[in-house]
């Protein structure tokens, strides 16, 4: 998950390319570079760390150019491993995996040529150079006739000063024609402007930006002509607003974005046929990765619990290798903040490949994963730019536990449209009492390891608040079924051992608090996320924060916010940059 930009006109190259990769870095930041042509000369400016560190070259001439920041797949993150790589005539930026770099740089060290770098992308400015016989486009498609795995790549060339040629399999790439010249990046927000049309290119086109006119073509050379997307450029550019960092600001937007995605359900205008498919559904699968995982096994209990229709959930990396049985009449659920995850895009691929119909609950219009489902159901959280998703969560929440709702409803189960009404009212006043957190944060900043504990719907919100925590304080968490502990895992608990507990059931609140009593029994400090009161008096409890009762079934949407919380404030003591965690990055494109 890079991000790759580009531009040729009439303004200069260097400052748009460094505010569009400004806007990329969310994706990948840890080296950039950008190369621009002034004339037939290649300038080529390249550092380690973030886009910030580019500004020197801000001042370079020429009209046409192509950017890149970076997040580590094969080299350290360094300033020789940086984007752009240039060979002979040409400058390559890259954003994907090449899976057969060994044996192409072996035939390239064979002609005796050297690399100067660790990654696999300098491998395709050597197969450029080597296919070029004065046929720019064909050269790149004959490269990347050559490469197995994920591209989408932009290259400059110094014998065609005027040009950039563009490629694209499995990784997202968009192009933009404006008044100014032709614009291109890994997603829209990065070239989004007034009056500018938006084209995406599909998997194994190619096109050539040249002066003022953008041509397509097919895998096997055919010229083709493309509709612009209907984007609107107007959309709202993310700022802080105020907010020490996005994620704060993104969690105040929770109520916002649950109840923007509340109508979509009721809105959806195949709504009738979707109801369809699912009433009739043999078998329910939901895909994701990481915290959209959490939303699937989150709305796996209100599927389950309100329709009574079985519903399984996998880990889309894992789906994708095991050969999946998709029997007639499956419907698979592919979640997805950014709709780009290459994981999940690939699952949701074969599945539907398999027979199965797709439905994509994903956060981003034109995103991949949207092109290729037969039912997009967006969430309205609104631009996600922490790499810590937290709104897109909520509202991925409030999405599935709509849709199964309205199965409920439609299968003469358990409907419960009052509860899902008040959930946004409720989100706004459970981020509220979570501010109780923040006198927590001493316990926590200097840990060893942290356990968030609880049962039934409790546990899934553990899962997700320990990856919160994981993710963004670098401190070794685990979420863990409360009854499960006693199983081995108890051995961990020693002296001040921070245990977080959920307690949001009544049926559960006395099982889950013989757990937390074990831990307490052996030092642990508990703290209690509850929406039971009168437990925060038990005598293990050292510290407590009650939210609104919602119902057992809908309650991660609220429990949760208290442990984003948590994650937060710590993350911030610790020193951490909680919008760009190390080693993550907001969008995996690549396996
Ligand atoms: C969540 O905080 C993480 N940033 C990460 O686990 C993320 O949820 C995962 O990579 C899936 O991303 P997606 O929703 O865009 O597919």
Known sequence: MCGIVGYVGTGRAAPILLDGLKKLEYRGYDSAGIAVLDGSRMQLFRRAGSVAYLEEARK???????????????????????HPHVYGRFAVVHNGIIEN?????????????TFSSETDSEIIAHLIEFCYDGDFIKAVRSACARLEGAYALAVLC?????????????????????EDGLYLASDIPAIARKGIK????????????????????TEDGRKISKDPIDYDCEEEIPEKK??????????????????????IIPCYPRISELREVLCHAEYIEIVACGTAYHSGICAKYAFESLARVPVAVSIASEYRYRDPIVKKGTVVIAVSQSGETADTLAAAELARARGAVVVAVTNVRFSSLARLADHVLFTCAGREIAVAATKSFNAQLMLLYSLAEELARARGG????????????????????????????????GAKSVFFLGRGADYCAALEGSLKFKEITYLPSEGYPAG?????TLALVERNTPVVALL??????????????????????????????????????????????????????????????????????????????????????VE
């Open 101 to 113: 770099m060994q044996p192409l740089k072996e035939a390239c060290l064979k002609r005796g040529e």
């Open 198 to 217: 938006i084209y995406a290119l599909s998997d194994g086109e190619f096109a050539i930006l040249r002066g003022r006119e953008i041509a397509f073509y």
């Open 242 to 263: 105020g907010f020490a960092h996005f994620m704060r600001k993104e969690m105040s937007e929770i109520p916002l974005a649950m109840a923007n995605t509340q109508k």
């Open 484 to 488: 499960e502990l006693k199983h081995g």
């Open 158 to 178: 110094t014998a065609e000063p005027d040009t950039i040629v563009l490629a694209r399999r499995a990784s997202p790439l968009v192009l933009g024609e404006g």
């Open 504 to 589: 949001t059931s009544r049926r559960l609140a006395e099982k889950t608090m013989n757990a937390v009593h074990e831990t307490y029994a052996r030092g642990a400090k508990v703290f209690l996320i509850t929406c039971l009161p009168e437990y925060c008096s038990r005598e293990e409890v050292s510290f407590s924060v009650v939210i609104p009762d919602c119902g057992e079934i809908f309650s991660p949407a609220l429990s949760v916010i208290p442990l984003q919380a948590l994650a937060y404030y710590v993350s911030v003591a610790r020193g951490n940059d909680p919008d760009k965690p190390r080693n993550l990055a907001k969008s995996v494109t």
């Open 60 to 82: 370079l001439q020429g009209c046409i150019g192509i950017g890149h920041t970076r997040w580590a797949t094969h080299g350290a993150p360094t300033e020789q491993n940086a």
């Open 414 to 445: 358990r409907v419960c449209g009052a509860e899902l009404a008040e959930l946004p009212a409720l989100a706004a006043e459970a981020g509220r009492a979570a501010e109780g957190v923040r006198g927590w944060t001493a316990h926590f900043a």
